[in-house]
Every structure is written in structure tokens, then in C-alpha cells.
């Protein structure tokens, strides 16, 4: 499959936010302010592009040579975690402003469930390295997107008077669902 296509439709096509609504989250209770928003969909974009790649290396050059396939579960999230850590750390002592303008966001991309999916979809798919590569950076883009739009909207509704009943995470909910409406409807042009 040409790495474009895959880039192309991770982005807005099979956009994981809106078509698997996977980093739900960290996608409902961050997107209200748009510089911490933006912050985090890079963050995102990067943890998920540099796991990805990872988890693809060892489970095709470790796990499935000698027969673990079987941990792979467990695998990806101890990698996901260990990389986070270490992204954390490098922050921490080379870019101290950035490291405490995400302040605890940084270590819950841990447990965004976006970056998981990735690493597992690629796995599912049988992509090869780069297919991978391609894949996760256009998906941590795609999320990236999708929750600046996201945040452009609730801040356009924060002087909204919403049904009492429905609240913020109710609101956002039906605006993410007809984002998805709109991303699908590129659906035609490719997929995964």
C-alpha cells in the first residue's frame, strides 16, 4: 500500500479520534482550551509515531523470532510507558518551559488509549516498517486536527447556553459525532 495513501487516510479518512473515537479522554476533558489542546495533540503525534515504530521493531525483530508473539499485549503498553518516561525525562532537562507547560498531560498520554490502538491496527494490518511509520504520524496528526477543531468549537460555544441535561462532555460528544459525519464523507477517496 503507497505510504501516501496510508498518510492520507490516517489523517482524514480513518481519522482515530472520529472513526474509532479512540483517545476520547484526554479528546473531551483537554480540548477547551486550544494552546494546551494544540500542545497535547503534538505530544500525542510524537509519543504515537515514536511508540509505533517501536512496538513494530519488537514485535517483528524480537517477539515473533522466538515465538512471544503471545506478549505482545503487554509488551506494547511496558514500551509505551518506558517511552513516555523517557520523553518526560528529556523534556524535563533540555526544554524545562515545555516540560512544565504540559504539565500533567504529558504522562497521561500513557494511558491514551489512541496510542495503543495504533501500534495494534498496524500490528492487525500487517504493515511493514514504514507503512507503520506513515500510519502513526498520520494518525497523531489526524487526532491532532480533530482536537483543535474541537477546542475552535467548544470555544465558540463556551457563550452557548446548552440543554441542561446534555453539559460540556455532552455537547462535545455530539460535535465529535458530526465531525466524524464530515471526516467520513471523504471516505470515497480512500480508507483503511
Known amino acids: ?15 482515530i479520534a472520529l472513526t474509532y473515537f479512540l483517545g476520547m479522554c484526554p479528546f473531551v476533558s483537554i480540548s477547551k482550551n486550544i494552546r494546551v489542546a494544540s500542545g497535547m495533540g503534538i505530544a500525542v503525534t510524537i509519543v504515537m509515531t515514536v511508540t ?7 514485535l517483528n525483530k524480537v517477539l515473533i ?8 499485549f503487554l509488551v506494547f503498553i ?22 512544565h507547560a504540559f504539565g500533567i498531560f504529558l504522562p497521561l498520554i500513557t494511558v491514551n488509549c ?3 490502538g495504533v501500534s495494534l491496527f498496524a500490528m ?6 514504514w507503512q507503520t511509520v506513515a500510519f502513526a504520524f498520520g494518525s ?28 460540556a462532555a455532552g455537547i462535545t460528544a455530539i460535535l465529535a459525532g458530526i465531525m466524524a459525519l464530515a471526516f467520513i464523507g471523504f471516505t470515497g477517496i480512500a480508507s483503511l
Open 1 to 15: 500500500m503507497n505510504l501516501a495513501l496510508i498518510l492520507f487516510a490516517s489523517i482524514i479518512t480513518s481519522n
Open 140 to 167: 497523531g496528526i489526524g487526532w491532532f486536527l480533530a482536537i483543535i477543531a474541537i477546542g475552535g468549537l467548544r470555544k465558540k460555544l463556551m457563550f452557548a447556553d446548552p440543554p441542561e441535561n446534555f453539559g
Open 124 to 129: 492487525l494490518r500487517v504493515y511493514t516498517f
Open 52 to 58: 509505533a515504530s517501536a512496538n513494530w521493531l519488537i
Open 65 to 72: 523470532p522466538m515465538g512471544l508473539q503471545y506478549l505482545q
Open 78 to 99: 511496558i514500551t509505551i510507558a518506558t517511552l513516555v518516561q523517557i520523553i518526560e525525562i528529556f523534556l524535563d532537562r533540555f526544554s524545562p518551559a515545555l516540560y
Open 114 to 116: 489512541a496510542i495503543l
